[in-house]
């Protein structure tokens, strides 16, 4: 799916007039794919190498932070799209604001240009409670490139749970003093379920809460609070639910799901409902999932995710 989002970016940065500021890079992570054969079409544009062999995707993203030399780092995810006018979105606020942060809407209301809305400035704290669990979605987020780079290295001891690049995204952002959210959609996820490969359990039922520990945010009882339960309600009881259906097609590295489970959800709501969703036979699960859908959907209607 990379050629979509290349050409995509390649005629936004031609359309900006703004080429000699902006620079394309693609860290080809030994891929057993056609890469090369898609990069080589825009050769001059894009800043390319190959590692000799697969690096991990965590130190492969630190690889590409340590290479940018622009003043702004943006990681789009190879699977996933943007709008035609995001980047003169991006380069926009660059000018008007100098922001530290900007978070890039995954869900909302797409205008046309002369209509569109600019960013919803708020504090870094406020960014974290209220975007929360998609503060790890790569493609929404553009940092200060003066934020990340005194982290690559210190960011090396969480190599190995994936979330190396979210410990930088979340030091960032704790020293962030102009953060912005946009106020409409920039970002499409893939839609095609192009991921696994990985431990899925390891990595969203325990890294991610390892690292957010770890981080200048550890104090932070309420968006700890906050990340635990949307992760457990809108990420992990999902997947386990289409896991056990027999109906996905995520290809995740075999594991024992309640062992990851237990680190951080075992007490309180979530034992009993790890409980039944890893033991209760599917048919028997499968009205009980379909409840759980239509009240989390009344509670979000009453709280202020930004998705």
């Known amino acids: ?84 006018d995001t980047l003169s979105y991006i380069l926009k606020m660059i000018d008007q604001h100098d922001f530290d942060f900007l978070y890039l809407r995954t869900q909302g209301r797409i205008e046309q240009d002369w209509k569109r809305r600019s960013a919803s400035g708020m504090s870094n704290v406020e960014l974290l409670h209220s975007v929360n669990v998609y503060t790890t979605f790569m493609t929404s987020q553009v940092i200060r490139s003066s934020l990340i780079k005194p982290n690559l290295e210190v960011a090396r001891m969480h190599l190995g749970g994936f979330m190396a690049y979210y410990w930088i995204f979340l030091e960032s952002l704790a020293r962030s003093t102009k953060c912005f959210v946009s106020d409409e959609k920039e970002v499409f996820p893939d839609e095609m379920e192009n991921t696994g490969g ?95 859908r239509v009240a989390l959907r009344i509670t979000r209607a009453f709280r202020h995710d930004i998705i």
């Open 1 to 84: 799916m990379l050629e979509t989002l290349l050409v995509s970016l390649a005629a936004q940065i031609s359309a900006s007039g703004r080429a000699d500021d902006i620079e394309l890079m693609v860290s080809d992570n030994a891929s057993p794919d056609d890469t090369q054969v898609i990069v080589a079409k825009y050769e001059g544009a894009i800043r390319y190498w190959r590692n000799a062999e697969n690096i991990g995707p965590d130190a492969n993203f630190l690889k590409l932070f340590g290479e940018a030399t622009g003043n702004y780092i943006w990681l789009p995810g190879d699977d996933d799209t943007v709008r035609g």
């Open 198 to 292: 990985y431990r899925f359990y390891r990595v969203w039922a325990e890294a991610v809460l390892d690292v957010m520990r770890a981080s200048s945010f550890a104090n932070d009882k309420k968006a700890f609070a906050i990340m635990r339960f949307r992760l457990f309600f809108a990420l992990l009881l999902p997947i386990t639910y289409r896991l056990r259906s027999g109906g996905s097609r995520f290809s995740f590295q075999s594991e024992n799901p309640a062992a990851s489970l237990s680190k951080y959800f075992r007490s309180g709501i979530y034992r009993p409902i790890v409980a039944t969703y890893l033991g209760l036979p599917y048919m028997l699960l499968k009205p009980m999932h379909l409840a759980m």
